[in-house]
């Protein structure tokens, strides 16, 4: 076996290490995560260029399906995911957010069941972010956290057992420009995974949970078995048993969802479930069919959890998740309280109990929360409607969905100019914040992050490649699009204090929205505007 010395050789640290980071990049985490690095990168970067094969083919017209050479596992009833793990038997509300010190200590102290603590959508990943965020959830599992910011102070609560932790890395398809391995930027989901996992695995177990994980983006079982690889192999490393690591896949593709059989599959030993991805996935089906003018979607807002393809979608992945005993967890509640409009307020609220309501009689284990005012309505309607720590007993063999439900794109509605300048809005308003390090914006009382951004930058392109017409008669086409962003860019950038980065965001934004290019993310776009690469730190 190497030694620590051996695997830290070709390691380059480029960004800024503050005493306070130090026991984060320890010699052991770093020579860790090298290895990590050194054993699955070639097979991640194979994996990700499958992705734009199959992306080709979609642009040509060829319509996915489910696998003919995985219908074995799919039609073996047989088989099973793990059991659920200690902590995660309950997960009826599960509140998400970044991995800020404020938000981590709030987090935790909410009436809620787990704490998805997230490296991902809703986190800008410069180089502070990334570390702080580590030393925070270090900090936390220990029940350290606590501090002090002007006159207040953030404690941890000591009247309750606290929720239990899940840690969201990057996908597969980030890189971390501020950590190299000889010479090579380390995935971001190796990166994230590896460092949380080597230092507080043990401590976890040792405290009654255990090292779990939301793994995202995925396109493929193929990008699952990658995942399960990476378990066993960090289990191994540690002398940790083989299951003890738990990941819950959100479905966020319209390809994994012909796969979420498989992918369950893939992790059984590892599986804690699937998640309902819901503005990831809206992204995802206008991104893969951008080409085909017959998956052209009206205003975002048209776009609810009822309409048919994402209905289908739902019930597939309940139905799937039951039959292999783990848990589906239903999506995110994005509204912020309304404090200034008792109304309006009210009705925000009422939307959100709704929302619930559909997704605990569907048949979901769970449900996420963006801000700690919504659990209590959350609370309420699972308490209600499911008295069980999960209703996984609830098989829905009921549910009958085929690839063509998946894929059925009758959804009501227009095309406004209304719509378009709210997709400006949230896509301009999204990308200012993360060009200044923030990964999740308040805006109209939303909580929105990356992938509501995604989808506001979607339709815009999708609508202009193909010339829709909008409800008021306008065509949409690059000059027209690119008048309402500059009207958009203005009126927001004059609103905002000095400094602000809309203009530049606009810049980025412009070259995304006319239907000729179109960056495989937006926040590969922008990442180098957020990097801050200095001369290699001695390890």
Same mark, same amino acid.
């Given at each position: 076996m190497a030694t620590i010395e051996q695997l830290n050789q070709g390691v380059a640290i480029l960004g800024n290490v503050t005493e306070a980071q130090k026991k984060i990049l320890t010699p052991e985490a770093t020579g860790f995560i090298a290895l990590l690095h050194r054993t699955f990168n070639g097979t991640r970067k194979a994996l990700l260029q499958r992705r734009v094969i199959r992306q080709q083919e979609l642009d040509k017209g060829v319509i996915p399906d489910f696998l003919p050479e995985t219908?074995?596992?799919?039609?073996?009833?047989?088989?099973?995911?793990?059991?659920?793990?200690?902590?995660?038997?309950?997960?009826?509300?599960?509140?998400?957010g970044p991995t800020d010190r404020k938000m981590v200590v709030n987090a935790l102290n909410s009436?809620?069941?787990t704490y998805m603590a997230d490296f991902e959508d809703s986190s800008a990943p410069t180089w502070d972010n990334?570390?702080?965020?580590?030393?925070?959830?270090?900090?936390a599992v220990r029940k350290q956290v606590d501090f002090k910011q002007g006159e207040k102070e953030y404690k941890l609560r000591t009247d309750r057992v606290l929720p239990t932790l899940i840690a969201?890395?990057?996908?597969?398809?980030?890189?971390?420009?501020?950590?190299?391995?000889?010479?090579?930027?380390?995935?971001?989901?190796?990166?994230?995974?590896?460092?949380?996992?080597?230092?507080?695995?043990?401590?976890?177990?040792?405290?009654?949970?255990?090292?779990?994980?939301?793994?995202?983006?995925?396109?493929?079982?193929?990008?699952?078995?990658?995942?399960?690889?990476?378990?066993?192999?960090?289990?191994?490393?540690?002398?940790?048993?083989?299951?003890?690591?738990?990941?819950?896949?959100?479905?966020?593709?319209?390809?994994?969802?012909?796969?979420?059989?498989?992918?369950?599959?893939?992790?059984?030993?590892?599986?804690?479930?699937?998640?309902?991805?819901?503005?990831?996935?809206?992204?995802?089906?206008?991104?893969?069919?951008?080409?085909?003018?017959?998956?052209?979607?009206?205003?975002?807002?048209?776009?609810?959890?009822?309409?048919?393809?994402?209905?289908?979608?739902?019930?597939?992945?309940?139905?799937?998740?039951?039959? /292999?005993?783990v848990h589906a967890m239903g999506g995110m509640a994005a509204q912020?309280?309304?404090?200034?409009?008792?109304?309006?307020?009210?009705?925000?609220?009422?939307?959100?109990?709704?929302?619930?309501? /559909?997704?605990?009689?569907?048949?979901?284990?769970?449900?996420?929360?963006?801000?700690?005012?919504?659990?209590?309505?959350?609370?309420?309607?699972f308490n209600k409607y499911m008295p069980t720590p999960n209703q996984i007993w609830n098989r829905r063999e009921d549910y009958q969905v085929s690839g063509n439900d998946l894929l059925n794109m009758n959804v009501p509605g227009g095309i406004t100019e209304d719509g378009i300048r709210k997709n400006l809005n949230i896509g301009l308003g999204y990308m200012e914040g993360w060009l200044r390090g923030i990964g999740c914006v308040p805006i109209n009382y939303l909580m929105e992050d990356a992938a509501t951004a995604e989808v506001?930058?979607?339709?815009?392109?999708?609508?202009?490649?193909?010339?829709?017409?909008?409800?008021?008669?306008?065509?949409?086409?690059k000059a027209y699009a690119l008048k309402l962003l500059r009207e958009q860019a203005d009126e927001l950038a004059s609103k905002a204090p000095k400094g602000n980065k809309f203009q530049l965001a606009a810049r980025y934004f412009e070259s995304q929205v006319t239907g000729e290019d179109y960056a495989d993310f937006l926040t590969s776009l922008l990442y180098n505007e957020i990097t801050s690469i200095g001369q290699a730190s001695k390890l």
């Open positions: 219908k074995h596992i799919r039609d073996n009833k047989t088989w099973r995911g793990a059991p659920p793990a200690p902590g995660l038997v309950d997960r009826r509300v599960e509140i998400t009436n809620v069941w990334m570390i702080n965020g580590q030393v925070n959830l270090y900090d969201r890395a990057r996908g597969w398809h980030l890189e971390e420009k501020h950590f190299t391995i000889d010479g090579e930027p380390i995935s971001g989901s190796l990166f994230d995974f590896g460092l949380y996992f080597f230092h507080n695995a043990q401590e976890l177990v040792n405290r009654g949970t255990g090292p779990y994980f939301y793994l995202p983006k995925m396109e493929s079982h193929l990008e699952a078995r990658l995942w399960n690889d990476v378990f066993c192999l960090a289990q191994d490393y540690i002398g940790m048993p083989r299951g003890t690591i738990r990941g819950t896949v959100l479905i966020e593709t319209i390809t994994a969802a012909f796969e979420m059989d498989e992918i369950i599959y893939e992790l059984r030993e590892h599986s804690s479930g699937l998640n309902c991805g819901r503005w990831d996935y809206i992204f995802s089906v206008i991104k893969k069919f951008r080409q085909n003018p017959a998956f052209v979607l009206p205003d975002r807002s048209s776009i609810t959890m009822t309409v048919p393809f994402m209905d289908a979608y739902v019930r597939l992945l309940i139905k799937t998740c039951h039959a /292999r005993g912020i309280p309304i404090k200034d409009n008792q109304e309006a307020n009210d009705k925000a609220m009422d939307n959100v109990r709704a929302d619930k309501l /559909r997704e605990v009689r569907a048949g979901h284990d769970g449900t996420w929360v963006a801000h700690p005012a919504l659990a209590a309505i959350a609370s309420e309607v506001s930058r979607s339709q815009l392109w999708q609508w202009c490649r193909h010339g829709v017409k909008t409800s008021e008669g306008k065509t949409m086409d």
